[in-house]
Structure formats: C-alpha cells, structure tokens
C-alpha cells in the first residue's frame, strides 16, 4: 500500500509516517516504480504500535526500544514493563507539578477581586 493509506490505516499523518522512515523508526517496505514508498501490513501494525506508545508520550528512542521489544519473541516482559514503570513516575511527577501550578493559580484568581480597580494579585506575583 502506499503511504497515504499506510498513514490513513494507522491513523497517523502522511508526514508523520514519512518522518518515521527517514529516521529509521519504522521503515517502509521499500518503493513503487514509480518511486513512492510502499508499507505492507506489518508495517502499519508498528506505525500504530508507535502512534500508540505516543500517546502515552513515550520518546522517539523509547519508542525505537519498545518496537525493538515488540519484534523480539525472546524478550523478557520484565524489561517491557521497566520502560512502561519508568513512564508512569514521569507521568505522575509531572501529574503533581501540575496539580500544583493548578492549586497555586486557583488561589490567586480566587484572591483577585477581578473588578474595575487596578490592583490584581495574579499581576503582582508574575512581577
């Protein structure tokens, strides 16, 4: 199939899945004789693997190592589920950094008056 459908099927955009070959990430499955790049279902799989393991914000090397494991029937889930471990601490760091700039900026709007006068306690703590 050529790009355009390999991207439509994975969900992802065309220039997304054409990034994804010229790094090495997932490669297509070679060219049509008309020079286009052609993907073959096992290919697709990966790219939606990949577009998956985004989602979860994993990064393009992460991703690189997951598809590793995803291709290697002799792996261990031991290491699969220490990538995944070490996701979800950054994603529960990040989960409390952000409930704290949310409980911070909650109490500034709460103290602002918000009325036709000048002084705003928002404006005065980014000063």
């Known amino acids: 199939m050529n790009i355009s459908q390999a991207a439509k099927m994975s969900g992802l ?3 997304t899945v054409r990034y994804y070959a010229d790094i090495n990430l997932v490669q297509s499955q070679g060219r049509s004789k008309a020079g286009y ?3 073959s279902e096992t290919e697709v799989r990966k790219l939606i693997f990949v577009r998956r393991a985004r989602e979860f914000d994993f990064t393009i090397e992460e991703c690189r190592e997951l598809l590793s494991l995803f291709e290697d029937r002799d792996r261990s889930s031991a290491d699969v589920k220490n990538l995944a471990t070490k996701r979800l601490k950054q994603i529960e760091k990040k989960q409390h950094e952000l409930q704290s700039l949310h409980d911070e900026l909650a109490h500034l709007v709460q103290a602002c008056r918000g009325d036709h006068r000048p ?6 703590y980014f000063g």
């Open 37 to 39: 790049r052609t993907y």
């Open 13 to 15: 955009p065309t220039k």
């Open 119 to 124: 002084d705003c306690p928002i404006i005065d």
